[in-house]
């Protein structure tokens, strides 16, 4: 899991409460990814940010938000308007330099909402 | 639109014997593909990668992969496996667009190994 953080490990929300799933990384990556893992369905990319306030919708953006006012930081917001929130989340990072194309992980939040 | 297939939701092996882990891919242009492996309530760890060069990539923990153009496959394997490997395992691709690599993951391949 390295230099990437993820808080809180478990977290449980109320039905229509957003909430807000912390990333830090002290790798000095320069790209930063949220991903959704459910049980069959693999990792399903949320959001990705190549650069300081800057960040792009991945495949299932809907009823989430970003934001990247750092580059250790790239916090997820998990919304009212998410039909399915519960589900366990990575956080990842990527560096830009050389050929150092993978992506390093974090330990992951499950976020269990009733 | 990029693709990957992991075709076995669960493979069952001995320890001590082989193991090979499926994966096919779709994408355009050259292809950029990743190994990566989940021990429960955990993030992924990685594996191996294969970029550009040899189709017979050497990875992590003694696991390897082999590149296949003709096949688009990039099958994971290991010559002698360990209890310890059982987790779940997955394969991704990308096609590299600027900083980002943007990945798409398979479904997983839980691998269980038994004394």
């Known amino acids: 899991d390295g230099g990437i953080t993820q808080s809180p490990k478990y977290l449980f929300r109320k039905e229509g409460q957003n909430v807000t799933l912390s990333c830090e990384q002290n790798l000095n990556h320069d790209a930063m990814y949220w991903y959704r893992q459910d049980p069959g369905q693999g990792l399903r990319l949320i959001y990705y940010s190549q650069i300081v306030n800057d960040f792009q919708k991945g495949d299932i953006a809907e009823g989430y938000s970003v934001s990247r006012e750092k580059k250790e930081s790239f916090p997820l917001t998990v919304t009212s308007a998410q039909k399915n929130p519960t589900a366990f989340y990575l956080c990842a990072t990527s560096s830009s330099a050389g050929s150092s194309y993978e992506q390093y992980f974090g330990p992951g939040t499950r976020l269990t909402v009733t | 639109a990029q693709s990957v297939a992991q075709p076995e939701d669960q493979v069952n092996v001995a320890e001590g014997n082989p193991l090979t882990v499926k994966c096919t891919y779709s994408v355009s242009g050259n292809p950029y593909l990743f190994w990566y492996v989940q021990y429960p309530n955990r993030g992924l760890q990685f594996l191996l990668k294969?970029?550009?060069?040899?189709?017979l990539v050497k990875g992590s923990y003694g696991f390897e992969a082999e590149f296949n153009k003709s096949q688009t496959s990039f099958h994971l394997k290991k010559p002698s496996a360990l209890v310890s490997d059982s987790a779940l395992y997955f394969c991704?691709?990308?096609?590299?667009?600027?900083?980002?690599?943007?990945?798409?993951f398979g479904t997983g391949t839980r691998l269980q190994v038994t004394l």
């Open positions: 991704a691709v990308s096609p590299l667009t600027g900083t980002a690599s943007k990945l798409t």
């Open positions: 294969y970029i550009t060069g040899d189709n």
